[in-house]
């Protein structure tokens, strides 16, 4: 091959996969709703069609990415859904918003105990947070677009999206048809409402030092106690962003949309 059109063909491949990787591609958009509105950004599968129905993942980031930009949120996980050979695999829609700064995504105490590790007191039950309010508004509006296949709805998040995934499921029992918390924790009282219902891959470092592993561990035991299909993948030397793991993972996404009601 003449050097020069290598050099073409090489700059044209690298290109690719910039543009593959443009976050661009999440378009931005606000959901308005009783009582506020809600940042999110959505991605399209590759030549959407209005006149089909994909699979929907909603994905809720963690707390160092809240705030009211809009963009913060695509830090983490973004590039998996934005993989050209993903979105080729698995045409879906993505949609990923974003929690307000001095919000929450889980209804949840946070306390520290003497060791300096933080306690967490979760009540999925009680009163939604003005974040999961919209968070919740914005599902039901997407799941009544006409473009969303009911079977294949799936959530997931890391950290604090991790313990609003949990909450998510338990405040939507018969929506999703898989669940993918990455870090989370939630209350294990709580399973009752959907461990029949729902596949879960819980993911977790095991020297996580921000959302200490027993979290996940309960919420895996009462699950499985409760007859639920849930997978765990606790990583022993990962600390807190145990989600670099996750979504390394080669059978996590064939796993996911595997899944349907």
């Given at each position: ?15 690719s ?28 599968p ?17 707390a ?6 809009n ?6 996980g973004?590039?998996l ?11 879906a ?8 700064t ?9 306390t520290k ?15 939604p ?7 919740l508004s ?43 918390p990455?870090c ?13 219902k729902v ?9 996580d ?5 027993i979290?996940?561990e309960?919420?895996?035991e009462a ?28 059978e996590?996404?064939?796993w996911?949309?595997s899944?349907?009601?």
């Open positions: 091959m003449n050097k020069y059109l290598f050099l073409i063909v090489i700059i044209s491949i690298c290109f996969k910039v543009k593959a990787q443009d976050k661009s591609e999440f378009k931005s958009a606000r959901h308005q709703y009783k009582g506020g509105a809600i940042p999110f950004r959505i991605l399209y590759l030549e959407f069609d209005t006149s089909k129905k994909y699979p929907l993942v909603f994905f809720l980031h963690g160092g990415e809240r705030g009211n930009d963009k913060k949120q695509l830090v983490h973004s590039k859904f934005l993989d050209a050979s993903n979105r080729s695999k698995y045409p829609i993505v949609v990923m918003p974003q929690c307000a001095e919000d929450f995504w889980a209804n949840v105490e946070k105990v003497e060791d300096g590790q933080r306690s967490f007191t979760f009540n999925p039950g009680g009163k947070t003005p974040a999961m309010k919209g968070a914005l599902l039901d509006s997407l799941t009544s677009s006409g473009v969303v296949d009911k079977k294949q709805m799936y959530v997931g998040g890391l950290s604090m999206g991790g313990m609003g995934t949990f909450e998510m499921v338990c405040r939507r029992p018969n929506t999703f048809a898989a669940a993918i990455i989370g924790g939630s209350n294990p009282e709580s399973v009752k409402k959907y461990a029949k596949s879960f891959w819980v993911f977790h470092g095991a020297k030092n921000v959302v200490p592993p979290q996940s309960q919420m895996v699950i499985r106690s409760k007859g639920g299909d849930v997978k765990f993948s606790l990583y022993p030397e990962a600390n807190h962003n145990s989600w670099d793991k996750a979504f390394g993972e080669p996590l996404l064939p996911l949309f899944q349907k009601k």
